[in-house]
């Protein structure tokens, strides 16, 4: 899986998990939607390792749980 895409999945399903919506989390982690959006529809192909810090302290989870999933564990290069 690109990681693009695994970033996308692991937001949505602790998005699910903690009940918040992307716009929600958004106005949480002090970002804007389109952002959030562009994560999620996989055109932000290499995101950020601070725009996942920002999501991590937004949701009040750690960098290391938001990474300790099977979807990162074969992860494609996007070059």
């Given at each position: 899986?690109?990681?693009?895409?695994?970033?996308?999945?692991?937001?949505l399903r602790i998005c699910e998990e903690k009940d918040v919506?992307?716009?929600?989390?958004?106005?949480?982690?002090?970002?804007?939607?389109?952002?959030?959006?562009?994560?999620?529809?996989?055109?932000?192909?290499?995101?950020?390792?601070?725009?996942?810090?920002?999501?991590?302290?937004?949701?009040?989870?750690?960098l290391k749980d938001f990474f300790d999933d099977h979807v990162?564990?074969?992860?494609?290069?996007?070059?």
């Amino acid at each position: 899986m690109k990681l693009s895409k695994a970033v996308s999945y692991r937001i949505l399903r602790i998005c699910e998990e903690k009940d918040v919506t992307i716009n929600k989390l958004a106005s949480m982690c002090y970002m804007t939607q389109s952002t959030f959006q562009s994560l999620i529809d996989g055109q932000s192909r290499n995101p950020k390792l601070l725009t996942i810090i920002r999501i991590c302290e937004g949701l009040d989870i750690q960098l290391k749980d938001f990474f300790d999933d099977h979807v990162f564990d074969n992860i494609e290069r996007e070059d």
